[in-house]
C-alpha cells in the first residue's frame, strides 16, 4: 500500500505529460497540413510540372462527383478564394464594354473602364442585390439597375439614386459596386479572386501551364465569337483531362485540336489555367480560342467558348466551316464528358488516372473544412457584406411605400 502510494505521483506526472506532449503534436500537424495544402494550392503549376501532373490518387473522397456538401464546400475552398482565368483583355474594346458570367453560382461582370483598366464587380445592386446587367454583353458607360433605377459608372461608383439622393446623409459613395480582384496575365488573359481579403488582391497570380508552343495570342487580338453550352458532368472531369490530351502526340489527336485545319490531326498547342480554363492556339494559324468550364452544380457544367483572331481580316474566315466544325467538336467534347461521368456515376468509382489536380482539390478542400471545424463556422471568403446606414433605412421605407402606390413595378 505505502509502494503504491509512493509510486503513484511519477505515473500520473507522466501519462499527464504524454498527453500534453500528444496535443501540442497532434495541433502542430494539424496546423501544418492547412498550410501545406494552401500552398500545395498556390503552387499551382509549377509543383504539377515537377510531378509531370500524374500524381496518383487512388482513393478520392466519397461522393466526389455527386455530392452536393461537396461542391457546397469546393464554391468556399476552391472558387472563392483562387485566381481563376475569366476572359481576354482584347474583349474589351471601348469604355464601357462589359460581359457578365457565372461561375459556382458566384455573378459578376467585368467592365472597361474611360482610364483603360478592366475591373470585375460582383453582377449584384447595392440597393436590393438584383442583378445590375442580365445580357452575356454589351456595352454602356453607365449601368443602371432596371429594378428601381441605381445607376453606377465603370468603376463600379454609384451616380443615381432615385428616392434616396433626396435623403440627407445618404452616401452614395457608400453604396459603390463590390469590387472583385483583378489580374491581366503576360498574354491578357484576365483572372480573378472572389476572395475579398487584401491579401488575396496582393497574391501572384499563378504561372501558366503551357503544353506545345502557342503563339499568336496577344493584347491586340480581335474577338470573333462566344457561345455557351451546358454539359451533365462534374467539372472536375475537365481538370487535368486538357492537359493529358494535349500531352500526346498521336496521330489519333481527336476532338477540339482538328479544328482549325480539318485534315490537320496533330494536337493543338495550349495555355492551361488551373482550375477552369484552357486557350487553343495552332502554329501557322491567327485562330485561337479559350475554353471555360463554369460548374452550375455537382452534375452540370457550363461550356463557353470564346473565339479570337490575331487579325481583323479573320472574321469573314471564322463564319462558316470552321465556325461549324468548333461548334461540332465542342459538342463532341461535352458529349465524352457525358458519357465517362455517366460510368463513373453508375459503377460508383473513380477515373483510374486521378491526377495531381485532382489530389490538389481533394486536399484544398479538405483543410478548408478543418479550418472550418477549427473555427466552428462556415468560410466564406468570397462574401460580401451589406452595410446599411440610417439614411438608407429611411430612404428605402419611403421607396417601399412608392412601390405599393406603383402600378408599374419592375418585376
Ligand atoms: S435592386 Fe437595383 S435599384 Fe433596386
Same mark, same amino acid.
Not at 442583378?131 to 465603370?154: D, F, M, Q, R
Given at each position: 500500500?505505502?509502494?503504491?502510494?509512493?509510486?503513484?505521483?511519477?505515473?500520473?506526472?507522466?501519462?499527464?505529460?504524454?498527453? @500534453?506532449?500528444?496535443?501540442?503534436?497532434?495541433?502542430?500537424?494539424?496546423?501544418?497540413?492547412? *498550410?501545406?495544402?494552401?500552398?500545395?494550392?498556390?503552387?499551382?503549376?509549377?509543383?504539377?510540372?515537377?510531378?509531370?501532373?500524374?500524381?496518383?490518387?487512388?482513393?478520392?473522397?466519397?461522393?466526389?462527383?455527386?455530392?452536393?456538401?461537396?461542391?457546397?464546400?469546393?464554391?468556399?475552398?476552391?472558387?472563392?478564394?483562387?485566381?481563376?482565368?475569366?476572359?481576354?483583355?482584347?474583349?474589351?474594346?471601348?469604355?464601357?464594354?462589359?460581359?457578365?458570367?457565372?461561375?459556382?453560382?458566384?455573378?459578376?461582370?467585368?467592365?472597361?473602364?474611360?482610364?483603360?483598366?478592366?475591373?470585375?464587380?460582383?453582377?449584384?445592386?447595392?440597393?436590393?442585390?438584383?442583378?445590375?446587367?442580365?445580357?452575356?454583353?454589351?456595352?454602356?458607360?453607365?449601368?443602371?439597375? *432596371?429594378?428601381?433605377?441605381?445607376?453606377?459608372?465603370?468603376?463600379?461608383?454609384?451616380?443615381?439614386?432615385? /428616392?434616396?439622393?433626396?435623403?440627407?446623409?445618404?452616401?452614395?459613395?457608400?453604396?459603390?459596386?463590390?469590387?472583385? %480582384?483583378?489580374?491581366?496575365?503576360?498574354?491578357?488573359?484576365?483572372?480573378?479572386?472572389?476572395?475579398?481579403? +487584401?491579401?488575396?488582391?496582393?497574391?501572384?497570380?499563378?504561372?501558366?501551364?503551357?503544353?506545345?508552343?502557342?503563339?499568336?495570342?496577344?493584347?491586340?487580338?480581335?474577338?470573333? /465569337?462566344?457561345?455557351?453550352?451546358?454539359?451533365?458532368?462534374?467539372?472536375? @472531369?475537365?481538370?487535368?483531362?486538357?492537359?493529358?490530351?494535349?500531352? *500526346?502526340?498521336?496521330?489519333?489527336?481527336?476532338?477540339?485540336?482538328?479544328?482549325? %485545319?480539318?485534315?490537320?490531326?496533330?494536337?493543338?498547342?495550349?495555355?492551361?489555367?488551373?482550375?477552369?480554363?484552357?486557350?487553343?492556339?495552332?502554329?501557322?494559324?491567327?485562330?485561337?480560342?479559350?475554353?471555360?468550364?463554369?460548374?452550375?452544380?455537382?452534375?452540370?457544367?457550363?461550356?463557353?467558348?470564346?473565339?479570337?483572331?490575331?487579325? +481583323?481580316?479573320?472574321?469573314?474566315?471564322?463564319?462558316?466551316?470552321?465556325?461549324?466544325?468548333?461548334?461540332?467538336?465542342?459538342?463532341?467534347?461535352?458529349?465524352?464528358?457525358?458519357?465517362?461521368?455517366?460510368?463513373?456515376?453508375?459503377?460508383?468509382?473513380?477515373?483510374?488516372?486521378?491526377?495531381?489536380?485532382?489530389?490538389?482539390?481533394?486536399?484544398?478542400? $479538405?483543410? %478548408?473544412?478543418?479550418?472550418?471545424?477549427?473555427?466552428?463556422?462556415?468560410? *466564406?471568403?468570397?462574401?460580401?457584406?451589406?452595410?446599411?446606414?440610417?439614411?438608407?433605412?429611411?430612404?428605402?421605407?419611403?421607396?417601399?411605400?412608392?412601390?405599393? $402606390?406603383?402600378?408599374?413595378?419592375?418585376?
Amino acid at each position: 500500500m505505502f509502494g503504491l502510494t509512493a509510486a503513484a505521483p511519477p505515473v500520473f506526472v507522466c501519462t499527464f505529460v504524454a498527453l @500534453l506532449v500528444s496535443l501540442f503534436l497532434n495541433i502542430w500537424l494539424l496546423i501544418n497540413n492547412f *498550410k501545406f495544402a494552401l500552398n500545395d494550392l498556390d503552387a499551382g503549376p509549377a509543383t504539377a510540372a515537377t510531378n509531370d501532373g500524374l500524381i496518383k490518387r487512388s482513393e478520392l473522397p466519397q461522393g466526389w462527383w455527386t455530392d452536393s456538401m461537396l461542391f457546397q464546400a469546393e464554391r468556399r475552398a476552391i472558387f472563392s478564394k483562387t485566381w481563376i482565368c475569366v476572359s481576354h483583355r482584347s474583349r474589351f474594346v471601348k469604355p464601357g464594354d462589359y460581359v457578365s458570367h457565372e461561375i459556382a453560382g458566384f455573378r459578376f461582370f467585368l467592365i472597361l473602364g474611360k482610364d483603360n483598366t478592366v475591373r470585375a464587380f460582383h453582377n449584384v445592386c447595392r440597393h436590393r442585390a438584383f442583378p445590375v446587367t442580365e445580357k452575356a454583353s454589351g456595352s454602356s458607360t453607365i449601368l443602371g439597375c *432596371k429594378y428601381h433605377g441605381w445607376c453606377y459608372n465603370t468603376q463600379g461608383q454609384l451616380t443615381k439614386a432615385p /428616392h434616396f439622393d433626396d435623403v440627407s446623409g445618404f452616401d452614395r459613395s457608400q453604396n459603390s459596386l463590390f469590387e472583385i %480582384h483583378t489580374k491581366v496575365n503576360e498574354y491578357g488573359f484576365l483572372q480573378i479572386n472572389l476572395d475579398g481579403s +487584401k491579401e488575396a488582391g496582393e497574391s501572384q497570380l499563378p504561372d501558366t501551364k503551357k503544353i506545345g508552343k502557342p503563339a499568336g495570342i496577344n493584347y491586340g487580338s480581335q474577338f470573333l /465569337h462566344s457561345w455557351e453550352l451546358k454539359g451533365n458532368f462534374n467539372w472536375k @472531369l475537365t481538370v487535368n483531362d486538357e492537359y493529358q490530351n494535349g500531352n *500526346k502526340t498521336s496521330k489519333a489527336a481527336s476532338g477540339a485540336f482538328r479544328v482549325f %485545319h480539318t485534315q490537320d490531326l496533330t494536337p493543338a498547342d495550349q495555355l492551361y489555367f488551373f482550375p477552369l480554363t484552357t486557350v487553343y492556339t495552332k502554329s501557322g494559324s491567327t485562330l485561337w480560342y479559350q475554353l471555360t468550364y463554369s460548374p452550375d452544380s455537382p452534375q452540370q457544367t457550363n461550356v463557353r467558348c470564346d473565339v479570337y483572331s490575331a487579325r +481583323k481580316s479573320d472574321a469573314a474566315v471564322f463564319e462558316g466551316t470552321i465556325k461549324d466544325n468548333l461548334e461540332a467538336e465542342i459538342k463532341a467534347k461535352i458529349q465524352k464528358y457525358e458519357a465517362t461521368y455517366g460510368t463513373l456515376t453508375s459503377s460508383n468509382c473513380n477515373p483510374s488516372d486521378s491526377s495531381y489536380d485532382q489530389a490538389r482539390i481533394a486536399d484544398a478542400v $479538405t483543410a %478548408h473544412l478543418e479550418q472550418e471545424k477549427i473555427e466552428g463556422r462556415e468560410i *466564406k471568403p468570397a462574401t460580401v457584406q451589406q452595410c446599411r446606414s440610417e439614411a438608407f433605412t429611411k430612404a428605402e421605407k419611403l421607396c417601399q411605400a412608392l412601390e405599393c $402606390t406603383s402600378d408599374t413595378l419592375a418585376w
